[in-house]
């Protein structure tokens, strides 16, 4: 076993910082927020390929068998695969997706404190750069501000900082490095190893791009055949359980009318929050709190919440005629999520029928007018919903993900959390072993200043060689 980890080594750090480097010059292209922001997930593919061609069937000078995978223009999937011996023998890492979520530059910013013994109040203003001081007894705290491009990398110590270094083209450049490594060393293997780089996970409103589009073509099928590791979490734990998500919309109708006679409105602002109290409450007797969310360690139960609200506009005495509140449903994975929208459904259409009984806001507040023949009413319509997944606690695959893990970082402590991931609910339930995991940093996902540490992605890799080690046996 310690002769393939010794053959494949640590995180070549220097490779890896300057493959990382040029993928987060690519991370303002690859933004996703559909339709504004579409990705070209091809500019981070150029560079895989450039890190691997060199050691590929392709040129001729390696093993690795590699196959760029594309349903839309620039948008590739990338599938890289070092040949195992054994038929059938095979381990994967999957989910390293090549898109991120937006930033704003102007948001992000880095702190630097220091000490400078002085009696007088400093502040100074420079370019991008910002000085204040707080004056002590003998000395002043110095803090710096500094602005950053969060679409390059910027390194400070271990910190490697930039959007997408902990989600998720910190694992892109990571997996890279492995199988280059595969390539370059050559070793003997059992088992068949596979990457595939994916397209398209930060957005679920244009499907057939990614790993969907993956898995509909059988081109994942033969990954069934031993454990499949999706690198798409964080903190170096296995995480076990993830949610489901249900993204609703509540459009409520009334009646349009001056703010100054309210008694001949229907106001669907305050409809839409009695409304919504009403359908939360349902929801969280419907949906309690599930025994094996103990089990797994999840960090909340299924929830329901609003997230936004919109109205078509108007003056400020103005009584509107309709608003709509969107917010999501996040499902721990032993509860259904066509149950969740069947019961959301049936209860909108009793409060529907008996939108009289509901609370009002104030002595004339009211949702009908029975002399207008008029009455206020709520729809719900869902977008596309997905399901959240509960790993399999007694597979192979679990098993030496936390051997691994504990040998590397020096305890293991799985997690669930509800946020989603794509279709590996689905891939479960079809027979993958799916086991998830990753290597960036919980507190910085999708935050501003995001970054990962580079001890922890050299964690990551030393992780990654014991499993497939591991799986020798």
């Given at each position: 076993m310690a002769d393939i980890e010794q053959i494949l080594g640590d995180l070549n750090k220097d490779s890896f910082v300057s493959l990382l480097t040029n993928i987060i010059g690519e991370s303002k292209y690859v933004q996703n927020n559909p339709p504004d922001l579409i990705p070209e997930e091809d500019r981070v593919v150029k560079h895989v390929l450039n890190s691997l061609l060199p050691y590929s069937t392709t040129t001729g000078g390696g093993p690795l068998i590699v196959s760029h995978v594309s349903y839309y223009p620039q948008r590739g999937n990338l599938i890289v695969e070092y040949p195992g011996t054994e038929q059938g023998k095979i381990l994967s890492f999957v989910g390293m997706h090549?898109?991120?979520?937006?930033?704003?530059?102007?948001?992000?910013?880095?702190?630097?404190?220091?000490?400078?013994?002085?009696?007088?109040?400093?502040k100074r203003v420079a370019f991008r750069l910002e000085l204040f001081s707080l004056?002590?007894?003998?000395?002043?705290?110095?803090?710096?501000?500094?602005?950053?491009?969060?679409?390059?990398?910027?390194?400070?110590?271990?910190k490697l900082c930039g959007r997408g270094t902990t989600d998720c083209l910190g694992h892109v450049a990571l997996v890279t490095e492995l199988m280059k490594k595969l390539g370059e060393t050559k070793p003997k293997l059992k088992s068949t190893v596979v990457a595939v780089f994916i397209a398209n996970e930060e957005n679920s409103s244009i499907t057939g791009v990614g790993v969907d589009a993956l898995v509909k073509d059988g081109l994942l099928n033969k990954?069934?055949?031993?454990?499949?590791?999706?690198?798409?979490?964080?903190?170096?734990?296995?995480?076990?359980?993830?949610?489901?998500?249900?993204?609703?919309?509540?459009h409520v109708t009334g009646k349009l009318f001056h703010s100054g006679l309210p008694h001949k409105a229907i106001n669907p602002l305050e409809l839409g929050m009695e409304a919504l109290k009403e359908i939360q409450s349902r929801f969280y007797k419907d949906f309690p709190p599930h025994k094996e969310e103990q089990v797994y360690g999840f960090a909340t139960p299924s929830t329901m919440k609003p997230t936004q609200w919109s109205y078509p506009g108007g003056g400020i005495n103005q009584i509107p005629a309709e608003c709509t509140i969107s917010g999501d449903v996040r499902l721990t994975p032993f509860y259904s999520v066509k149950d969740v929208m069947s019961k959301l459904q049936k209860h909108v259409d009793d409060i529907n029928e008996n939108i009289e009984k509901l609370d009002t806001r104030g002595p004339v507040s009211k949702y009908a007018l029975p002399e207008e023949n008029l009455r206020g009413s709520i729809a719900v319509t869902f977008d596309e919903a997905t399901s959240g997944v509960a790993c399999n606690l007694k597979s192979r695959?679990?098993?030496?993900?936390?051997?691994?893990?504990?040998?590397?970082?020096?305890?293991?402590?799985?997690?669930?959390?509800?946020?989603?991931?794509?279709?590996?609910?689905?891939?479960?339930?079809?027979?993958?072993?799916?086991?998830?995991?990753?290597?960036?940093?919980?507190?910085?996902?999708?935050?501003?200043?995001?970054?990962?540490?580079?001890?922890?992605?050299?964690?990551?890799?030393?992780?990654?060689?014991?499993?497939?080690?591991?799986?020798?046996?």
């Open positions: 090549m898109d991120v979520v937006t930033a704003n530059p102007n948001d992000w910013v880095r702190s630097f404190l220091s000490f400078i013994f002085s009696c007088s109040l400093v004056k002590f007894t003998t000395f002043e705290l110095l803090i710096t501000i500094e602005e950053f491009d969060p679409f390059s990398l910027s390194i400070d110590g271990e990954l069934k055949g031993g454990p499949l590791f999706w690198i798409d979490t964080a903190d170096k734990q296995p995480c076990i359980g993830t949610g489901g998500m249900i993204p609703w919309k509540l695959g679990f098993e030496v993900l936390c051997k691994a893990t504990e040998k590397i970082v020096g305890h293991v402590k799985p997690y669930s959390i509800t946020g989603t991931l794509p279709l590996i609910r689905e891939l479960k339930d079809e027979g993958f072993d799916v086991q998830t995991v990753g290597y960036g940093l919980m507190a910085t996902y999708h935050a501003k200043n995001e970054y990962c540490l580079l001890s922890d992605m050299c964690q990551g890799y030393q992780i990654f060689t014991s499993i497939i080690s591991q799986l020798e046996n």
